[in-house]
């Protein structure tokens, strides 16, 4: 039941009893003893009005009852959140870190952040029910082994995850970035409940997630969605994966600001927002090739995997409707058959943690009852 209610709030009795295949009245037992023990409670959200027309009393974790430690391992950095039962955050910050080699100095790292981020909030890591890690790298779905870690190759080892778990005495879940970023999407209204899409998350690298109805598959090594390496151009600049003309090395953050660069020296993603504001008719064009781009890849996954949808999601999706009609208009032009383009609208979105909540979010799903 406790289980249910984490990963969908709001179940009402009726829900719970459906979905655990138990009788109304074991589950109303069950129910009343987690809320005798200050675990469960009501919430305002209801479920749908039942057939007879009685609409049940929606219920949740109590936010106070478990904590949750989201991290977001990046380049040069670490973002980790703190949140509560209900997935809300407590707090977050990001502190710079040198990455290293030594498994240990990179376990010490990760429990020094976890720490750090009970203090700031003044909990007890007694409370902590587990933590979620996000990494740009992909996470085998059974081995839990990290790598081959293009962005972050000081990480590209085995599993650590089983030994942080047994320092911490809760469950530790690695999952690759992007992964979480569509999982953060979930709760945050950018994807739709049970939503099927191809998932592409622009930002320093090209990532994504194959979502089917409402979960992320990983595939068999957990590579699924690593769309930035398939090869735009075979004969163009090797990427560090080892390939040649990958499509990271056309559609990232960097690489859209290099081709900015020849016309007016560098420029922040801010200035040249501010540069489309004015109509630059130089830079709207560099926002319809780069769309472009964007929708040959697009029209890659509608001919191998076939999504119903297509959802952007990162910085770049500030570029705005330009380089999305850009993007849907060179998918339709290869494939008329394909589904919708549309960016993610996320709503709530936080200054700092965003993917590491999404980090918590794909952990509890995976959380043994």
């Keep these: 039941m406790l289980q249910l209610l984490r990963t969908q709030p709001g179940l009402t009795i009726s829900d719970l009893a459906r979905a655990s295949n138990l009788g109304k009245a074991t589950v109303s037992r069950v129910v009343a003893r987690l809320r005798a023990d200050n675990h469960v409670e009501e919430c305002a959200q209801l479920s749908e009005r039942q057939g007879r ?24 950095r670490v973002e980790c959140v703190l949140a509560d039962g209900a997935q809300d955050i407590i707090t977050a910050f990001s502190k710079a870190v040198e990455h290293r080699a030594d498994r240990e100095a990179r376990l010490q790292l990760l429990e020094d952040a976890i720490a750090e981020a009970l203090n700031r909030a003044n909990r007890s890591r007694t409370r902590l029910r587990g933590v979620g890690v996000a990494i740009a790298t992909p996470v085998h779905p059974v081995t839990h082994a990290l790598g081959p870690a293009v962005r972050l190759p000081e990480w590209d080892r085995p599993d650590i995850s089983v030994e942080l778990a047994a320092r911490l005495g809760v469950p530790v879940e690695f999952s690759n970035d992007s992964n979480c970023s569509a999982m953060f999407l979930f709760a945050s209204g950018g994807l739709k409940p049970g939503e099927s899409c191809a998932y592409v998350h622009l930002d320093v690298g090209v990532g994504g997630a194959v979502v089917l109805e409402g979960r992320i598959w990983q595939g068999h090594t957990g590579r699924a969605g690593n769309f930035g390496h398939i090869s735009f151009d075979p004969e163009g600049e090797y990427c560090r994966c080892g390939g040649r003309g990958c499509y990271e090395k056309y559609l990232s953050l960097p690489a859209f600001l290099g081709r900015v660069t020849p016309l007016y020296g560098e420029k922040s993603l801010d200035e040249i927002l501010a540069l489309i504001e004015q109509q630059d008719h130089s830079v709207e064009r560099v926002v319809q090739e780069s769309g472009a781009i964007l929708g040959s ?15 952007v999601g990162g910085p770049l999706t500030r570029l705005g409707e330009i380089y999305r009609r850009a993007a849907s208009d060179q998918l339709h032009s290869i494939n008329p058959a394909a589904g919708e383009v549309r960016f993610a609208a996320a709503t709530n979105l936080p200054e700092i943690g ?10 509890i799903s995976t959380m043994q009852p």
Aim: glycine share 12%; proline share 6%.
């Design 53 to 76: 027309g009685r609409a049940g009393t929606g219920l949740r974790v109590r936010p106070e009852a478990e904590l949750y430690v989201g991290l977001h391992i990046r380049t040069g």
């Design 297 to 311: 890849l697009l029209a890659n996954l509608s001919r191998s995997i076939d999504p119903p949808a297509f959802v």
């Design 354 to 363: 965003a993917t590491a909540l999404g980090a918590v979010a794909l952990l």
